[in-house]
Every structure is written in C-alpha cells, then in structure tokens.
C-alpha cells in the first residue's frame, strides 16, 4: 500500500493499493501494444492531443494545487503557478516537436544521406515528490511529442496527484494506454526497469537513488537521463546589485520550502561585502515564517515533505554548527504537529562542514567567504555535484568568465537559476547526465537513425 502523510499535520492520508510486479508487467505491455498507433500518428495531431491536455490540466488546476498542499505541503500559490507551468510545457513541445525533429541533410558520399529521429518504444520516467506535476510534464511532453509511449511512476507521497494527472491526460483524449500511471512501491522500480518493454529511463530523484537507476538501466543496455540532486553555488561579487541580488536568492532558497534541486544552496560572497549581505539576508530571513500551505493568499513556507526528510535537514544544520558555522536565525527544530522548519541561515560556513558539501533540502542557505572572484570560482566549483550555479556581478567580463569556468549544467549571470520549456536543463557530476527540455530534451529518448542512399 502506499501510505501518503500530510505534512502540515503529520496524519495520514487515504491509502492507495499498489500494483503487484505482475500488475505492472500488464501495464507496460499494454503501453506497448498502443505504441504502433502513436508512433504512426502524423506531428501535427499528437500535438493536438498535448494542447488538449494542457487545457485539461488547467481545468483541474485547483484540485491539482490542493492534492500538492496536502500530500507534499507546497503553498497553494506555488501549486497553481506549477500546473500552469506543466501546461506551458505541453504547449511548448506540441509547437516546435515537428522542428526539433525534422531530418537533417548531412552530405557525404551518398547522393543522399541525413539523420532522422525515430521513437524508441515504451519510456518509464520514475519521478520524485517536490514538483509532482512540474516534473511529470517534463519528462512526458517531450517523449510522447516523439512518438514514444509512457509509464509513469510518481513518488508514493503524491499517489492523488499522480491519479488526477493522469485523470487530465485521459480526459483530453489520448488514446488508450498511451500514457500510464503506475502506483507502485519503490523496491518494485528495479522489476520495472528489467522489463523488456521498457526502452529507457528517465529519473528524477537524489544521487544515490540516481546511481541504483543508472546501474539497472546500463544492465539491461537501456538510455537513461538522470536529474540528480545538486550543491548549487550562487556567487556574490562587490560589485553586484546587492538588494536585488538577495531578494533573488532568497526567493531561490525558500520556493517549496527549499525543497527544490536548482534552488541556491551555497552562497560564496566577496570579503568587501560579506558582512552587508549577511545582514541583508537576516532581515529577508526574519520576515518569512511558516504555515498552512492550503491557505490562499499566504505567503508563508510549506513544511518539509516527510519526517525523516525533515530530521536529516536538522542534522545537516546541527553538525555545520558543530564544525563551526554560526547561525543567525532559524535552525532549531520546531514542536507541533507537522514537518515545519524554519528558514536558517548559516553563515561562516567553510569546506568540508556538513552544509558545504552535502545538498540541503530544505530552506537553509549556506554563507561562505570569498578573498576574491577567482577564490570564489574556486569555492563554486569544490564540490561533486554540478546542476545549477550563478553569479551576480556589475562587470559583464566577470559574468561571461564565470559562466565558462562554473562547472555546472547551467549557469545563471545575475538571475535565479530555473527550469524553462525552451532550454536544456541537467548537471554533471553527482547530479546525473542527459538533459531535459528544450531541443536536446526530446532527443533523449529517440533513435538517431542515419540514412544513406547511393
């Protein structure tokens, strides 16, 4: 059974019965059976499937929003914005599939030889709890806009999103079996992917889950792309608009209570201002508080997602403190009921301390100094992951620099760091391979096929 709790109350949710392996080996076969038909189907009507989805989506928004507060605790303001986003991303890919996979012309010695871009069959994308709609669209607008069918399995905390999601997806006409949900406990993943009509993975999740994943696939000789946890650093030069500079990355640290993968985790300031943006962040920090993310108009935190989530970020804190850090506000861990915790800022921070070099999920931001812009670089780039970084600074030379020497799969120059429809988004390092949206997004999961004609 998988048993979802709410995070606000810490009371259990209505169970829901999961599938049994043999259960599930049905359900991919019949993704498989409905693959011909898909595939077949010409661009331009599987994009009206997608844009009959996203309207679909956005029928249900508010129930979807609901099913977010109550079983991961994100604010109803972030839920609505999220539905809307994974709409956004539907439209996208149902507009430009036909140009990112039209053939391409390549000359050689043929008289006529290119490159074109096949489906590969049935694709499983395993998806985590912090952006249960967000990231469910990200990985299924670009596969089935490609012609491949798809199961998904969402995280057993958000078995009622999953449900309503796929409730839209059918509602909007797809056909049959073209997109399946499997509710599913996790140990059963492994079975899933051995199944040979599965063709290949997408995952979402930590690190350590991400390597069980990328084990399983290679075996079985199966494409994955894996968006893995991260470290991200954000770099504050003196230079830098600083109010602007901290409003962005306090909105970057405390979006779903902190519980993003490209939120702002490390934040590495230039010495001349180190101790004015530490005073700017405490007053951001001391403005913001928990509560009830099913309230409407609040602008308040969420609560973490589950206990233990939110009992390993308490550890993080406590060991950084140990090491040495200070803690300006926030980190002690709260009474009552629910999984709050409250926005902590750490600052002092240094290599080798618990919040320097493992991800922080959760609304605590790390503060570490920096002597300068190649000191900082330095700082930025010691760690094992390598999803998001950014930089704020007033000389575009320095910016440009830095988003060369960031090692990283995206950087951001006097910006928040975020996930867009229209552009590439995956790390390196401890944070996964392949990459997600954009154009390279929907050639993931696709047979690049070259032809040659003599």
């Known amino acids: 059974m998988l048993a979802p709790v709410n995070p606000s109350t810490g009371k259990k949710l209505a169970e829901v019965e999961s599938l049994t392996a043999q259960q599930a080996s049905i359900e991919i076969d019949k993704a498989n059976a409905a693959f011909p038909l898909w595939r077949d189907l010409a661009l331009e009507q599987r994009a009206r499937y997608l844009k009959s989805v996203a309207a679909a989506m956005r029928a249900r928004k508010e129930e979807l929003a609901r099913l977010m507060a109550e079983e991961m605790g994100k604010p109803w303001r972030e839920g609505l914005g999220e539905v809307e986003k994974g709409a956004m991303c539907a439209e996208y890919y149902a507009d430009n599939a036909a140009e990112f996979l039209a053939a391409e012309e390549l000359a050689s010695d043929a008289s006529h030889s290119y490159v074109c871009y096949q489906p590969l069959g049935t694709v499983l994308g395993v998806l985590p709890w912090n952006a249960p709609v967000w990231l469910a669209l990200r990985f299924l607008a670009p596969a089935l806009m490609a012609g491949n069918t798809c199961i998904m399995k969402a995280d057993p905390n ?195 301390m618990a919040a320097f070099t493992e991800e922080t999920f959760g609304p605590v931001l790390a503060v570490i100094k920096a002597k300068d812009f190649d000191h900082a670089l330095q700082l930025a780039n010691d760690t094992e ?52 949206l954009g154009p390279h997004g929907i050639r993931e999961f696709v047979n690049t096929k070259q032809i040659w004609v003599a």
């Open 385 to 436: 992951y390598g999803l998001g970084s950014s930089i704020w600074c007033g000389d575009p030379q320095k910016g440009e620099m830095a988003t060369q020497k960031l090692q990283a799969g995206q950087v951001a120059v006097n910006g928040i760091v975020k996930t867009d429809p229209r552009l590439p988004s995956g790390g390196i390092g401890l944070s996964g391979y392949g990459r997600e």
């Open 158 to 352: 958000v078995p009622g999103t999953a449900r309503v999601l796929t409730e839209a997806f059918h509602a909007a006409g797809l056909p049959q079996d073209v997109m399946i949900n499997l509710p599913l406990e996790t140990p059963l993943v492994g079975d899933v992917i051995d199944h040979p009509g599965i063709k290949a993975v997408s995952f979402t999740g930590s690190s350590n889950a991400g390597k069980k994943v990328a084990a399983r696939a290679a075996a079985g000789l199966k494409p994955a792309v894996l968006e893995l946890g991260g470290s991200d650093p954000c770099i504050v030069l003196a230079d830098a608009d600083l109010d602007k500079a901290c409003d962005v990355i306090t909105l970057s640290r405390m979006i779903n209570a902190g519980q993003s993968c490209i939120a702002v985790k490390r934040l590495i300031v230039e010495e001349a201002v180190y101790d004015k943006v530490c005073d700017m962040l405490y007053e951001r920090f001391t403005a913001l508080a928990t509560g009830d993310p099913l309230i409407a108009d609040s602008q308040a935190l969420g609560p973490i997602a589950r206990r233990d989530l939110q009992l390993g970020l308490h550890d993080q804190v406590t060991r950084t403190i140990q090491a040495g850090a200070r803690c300006l506000t926030g980190g002690d861990l709260p009474g009552g009921e629910g999984f709050f915790y409250p926005p902590t800022l750490l600052v002092d921070v240094k290599p080798g």
